[in-house]
């Protein structure tokens, strides 16, 4: 059972980057089986795609996030990683990975994840 | 994008009771629905996907229809550990999209 734990910092000032990498165990890291993506929740709101990525390196963006992000996977660590460059109050939020299962189209597998906030 | 429109944005029901939320999407996404329920402090977990899959673990009171535009989730008889927030989900074309949320109330 594939198991994933997002990381970083939980504090960002407005106009900086937010960076977090979410490790995966318990399973093949190195499978066209899934997408490894990440999704976002503001504080009591509902949940956004922010992006995907394959073990090749193959990426997916949310169009109205796509000039601010970056996702890189790095398989000999079964990382994946996500940058979002000049943050603002509006990018706060709890930041969950999650693995995308081809085929079947959905997202099967989260971290706990990781609330970020952004302020000065 | 595809716009998911989900109702009631909450509802409170006695256990016991068959519960039935709605999603729409703004156009046709044939089959390609998936539901999940998000406890509080939570990741989400998928109840059901491909619009009337059930997922493996997941207790057979729980069961999705629906094709093209219109969807449901439906809980025949709801227990205790039901509450939360459910949220349904379009993988017919990116971006993916979620509806705004349901949340279901003991009472």
């Known amino acids: 059972q594939l198991q994933l734990q997002e990381s970083g910092p939980g504090l960002v000032k407005p106009s900086e980057t937010l960076s977090l990498t979410c490790t995966v165990s318990g399973g093949s890291f190195s499978s066209s089986r899934y997408y490894w993506g990440w999704i976002r929740q503001p504080p009591g709101k509902g949940l956004e795609w922010i992006g995907s990525?394959?073990?090749?390196?193959?990426?997916h963006y949310k169009p109205s996030l796509k000039s601010r992000v970056t996702m890189s996977v790095d398989t000999s660590k079964k990382q994946f990683s996500l940058k979002l460059s000049s943050v603002t109050a509006a990018d706060t939020g709890v930041y969950y990975c999650?693995?995308?299962?081809?085929?079947?189209?959905?997202?099967?597998?989260w971290g706990q994840g990781t609330l970020v906030t952004v302020s000065s | 994008d595809i716009q998911m429109t989900q109702s009631p944005s909450s509802l409170s029901a006695s256990i016991g009771d068959r519960v039935t939320i709605t999603c729409r999407a703004s156009q046709s996404i044939t089959r390609y629905l998936n539901w999940y329920q998000q406890k509080p402090g939570k990741a989400p977990k998928v109840l059901i996907y491909t619009a009337s899959s059930l997922q493996t673990g997941v207790p057979s009171r729980f069961s999705g229809g629906g094709s093209g535009t219109d969807f449901t989730l439906t809980i025949t008889s709801l227990q205790p550990e039901d509450f939360g927030t459910y949220y349904c989900?379009?993988?017919?074309?990116?971006?993916?999209?979620f509806g705004q949320g349901t949340k279901v109330e003991i009472k």
């Open positions: 990525i394959l073990y090749s390196g193959s990426t």
């Open positions: 989900q379009q993988s017919y074309s990116a971006p993916w999209t």
């Open positions: 999650a693995t995308f299962r081809q085929g079947d189209e959905y997202f099967q597998h």
